[in-house]
T-cell receptor, first 108, second 112 residues
Framework: RKEVEQDPGPFNVPEGATVAFNCTYS??????FFWYRQDCRKEPKLLMS???SGNEDGRFTEQLNRASQYISLLIRDSKLSDSATYLC?????????FGQGTTLQVKP | DAEITQSPRHKITETGRQVTLACHQT?????MFWYRQDLGHGLRLIHY???????NKGEVSDGYSVSRSNTEDLPLTLESAASSQTSVYFC???????????FGPGTRLTVL
């Protein structure tokens, strides 16, 4: 079993849709959690840090459930510019463990 | 502005050659990391350093080495390049071990 698992998608949604990405992690001692965004052939960029549940940053909301070892990212009112791969990332003993990413394609 | 840079951005080399990829950051971060990204595997940690003269092996360290002689740089060396090392390589840095990491633009390496 992979340490961080994500549904690879792709998720194809129309502009304005709400879309949710889920992620599970296997190590209950994981300390911190992040969502990164990666555009095609570019470097990953930090989208949100997940320190507690339900934080919002504009159209983006993260959810953390430590008991179920589950993280989610909700994107509301999707824009064409949201098309990218979203990486779920877990921090264990100073090292980041990456999920394989979920691809989102927002269509007009 | 502080930043993290990698060079070269693209490199084609031959099997058996030694290759060094450069990573330079101006944030004065103690922690630096090297990853490779391949289809089907996501990002995998190669080597990392928590400070000058400190280096540690990651998940996929065989065939790679790093050295840390100053805070700003962590060069990655492929001692004898193999076709299996064809990949995109990302360098990253962080201020603290429990902080998010910031990534360089990547180096696309092809080994023929």
């Amino acid at each position: 079993r992979k340490e961080v698992e994500q549904d690879p998608g792709p998720f194809n949604v129309p502009e304005g849709a709400t879309v949710a990405f889920n992620c599970t992690y296997s190590n209950s001692a994981s300390q911190s959690f992040f969502w990164y965004r990666q555009d095609c052939r570019k470097e990953p960029k930090l989208l949100m840090s997940v320190y507690s549940s339900g934080n919002e940053d504009g159209r983006f909301t993260e959810q953390l459930n430590r008991a179920s070892q589950y993280i989610s990212l909700l994107i509301r009112d999707s824009k064409l510019s949201d098309s990218a791969t979203y990486l779920c990332v877990v921090l264990n003993t100073g090292k980041l463990i990456f999920g394989q990413g979920t691809t989102l394609q927002v269509k007009p | 502005d502080a930043e993290i840079t990698q060079s070269p951005r693209h490199k084609i080399t031959e099997t058996g050659r030694q290759v060094t990829l450069a990573c330079h950051q101006t944030w004065n971060h103690n922690n630096m990391f090297w990853y490779r990204q391949d289809l089907g595997h996501g990002l995998r940690l190669i080597h990392y350093s928590y400070g000058v003269q400190d280096t540690n092996k990651g998940e996929v360290s065989d065939g790679y080495s790093v050295s840390r002689s100053n805070t700003e740089d962590l060069p990655l060396t492929l001692e004898s390049a193999a076709s299996s090392q064809t990949s995109v390589y990302f360098c990253a840095s962080s201020r603290r071990r429990d902080n998010e990491q910031f990534f360089g633009p990547g180096t696309r390496l092809t080994v023929l």
